[in-house]
């Protein structure tokens, strides 16, 4: 099994950015092995998917309300996904969580999840 562990969540501002990391661990291998992706979750929302990588980080797929603020990427020597958030909107405060599968989907189904990292952006 792969552990997924994120990091790099906070309280700011909006407009402000923020990098949020994701570790991944295990006896299953390298990340390398696996698409990556980032989902999030307000309260009282259903869990929605942010962006994707897939397993050599060529191909990248971003959900419509964060593109050309948000980009994903990953360091597969380092075993390791970002998302880089730029211009910070209050509506992107949620819990966010990295996956992983052995394709890239948008859809909820990947196979392993981290346990998330709080994201608050305050007006």
């Known amino acids: 099994q792969v552990r997924l562990v994120e990091s790099g969540g906070g309280l700011v501002q909006a407009g402000d950015s923020l990098r949020l990391s994701c570790a991944a661990s295990?006896?299953?291998?390298?990340?390398?092995?696996?698409?990556m992706a980032w989902f999030r979750q307000a309260p009282g929302k259903e869990r929605e998917f942010v962006s994707a990588?897939?397993?050599?980080?060529?191909?990248?797929y971003s959900a419509d309300s964060v593109k050309r603020r948000f980009t994903i990427s990953r360091d597969n020597a380092k075993g390791t996904v970002y998302l880089q958030m730029n211009n910070l909107r209050p509506e992107d405060t949620a819990v966010y969580y990295c996956?992983?599968?052995?394709?890239?989907?948008?859809?909820?189904?990947?196979?392993?999840w981290g346990q998330g990292t709080q994201v608050t952006v305050s007006s």
């Open positions: 996956a992983a599968a052995p394709v890239v989907l948008t859809n909820t189904r990947y196979t392993y």
């Open positions: 295990g006896r299953t291998a390298s990340a390398s092995t696996y698409a």
């Open positions: 990588v897939s397993r050599g980080g060529d191909s990248t």
